[in-house]
């Protein structure tokens, strides 16, 4: 059942809650954007619901659908590869700063976490893992543009249909890539942590580009 937000606890920018949808696979691509179920969520008028769809679909996260309005967009090809291109280099900077700036408070998080997914097999818990140790190496780097660019990146990555972790060689391969990761940056070593960032992220790409030819010849 969805949840219509009272007006007080609803953010003063409905993008922002819309993202958060978004983000939290409420609204998947293909779901159909209409502003008077929106402004009945946000417990606001049209007008902004109106304005913030534009902006969804100036920053392509919006599309038009077969019918009449706006949909969220079904990511292409060319469009994910385009995100990989961005994130491999935004993640592998992001990790290197983290190599240089992480607190021992940090690293030891960051140890604990990929200790702890060593034990996890199922693909959602993975998921929602790896999204967490990937936010707290961005958050180390203590570089507030890094963290609001990947927060940003973030948001079109959740577009993309299934997991990698689907893939039960994919579990093993991405805990290694993980724990390399964490011991570059735990060593201080920013050349390192910036290769196994950009291979980690390289790797996966691959994968997700089997998973779409895969699922096209279904």
């Known amino acids: 059942m969805k949840q219509v937000l009272e007006p007080s606890s609803a953010r003063r920018n409905p993008v922002d809650h819309i993202l958060d949808l978004i983000e939290s696979g409420e609204l998947r691509p293909g779901s159909r954007l209409t502003e008077t179920e929106l402004a009945q969520r946000l417990g606001i008028s049209r007008t902004p619901v109106r304005e913030a769809l534009h902006r969804l679909h100036t920053m392509g996260l919006a599309e038009h659908g077969p019918q009449r309005g706006l949909v969220i967009a079904h990511p292409s090809v060319d469009h994910i590869r385009q995100l990989f291109a961005v994130r491999e280099g935004l993640e592998g900077m992001a990790t290197r700063l983290a190599a240089e700036h992480a607190s021992r408070a940090e690293v030891n998080l960051l140890r604990e976490m990929v200790m702890q997914d060593r034990e996890l097999t199922d693909p959602l818990k993975l998921l929602a893992r790896n999204k967490l140790l990937h936010s707290q190496i961005v958050q ?52 390192r942590a910036e290769r196994a960032a950009r291979l980690h992220i390289s790797e996966g790409f691959q994968i997700r580009l089997k998973m779409l030819a895969e699922g096209s010849n279904a």
């Open 140 to 191: 180390a780097s203590h570089n507030k543009f890094m963290v609001e660019a990947l927060s940003n990146l973030r948001v079109h990555l959740s577009l993309l249909p299934g997991s990698t972790y689907t893939k039960a060689d994919r579990v093993q391969s991405a805990q290694a890539e993980h724990e390399e990761i964490v011991e570059a940056i735990a060593q201080g070593d920013g050349d």
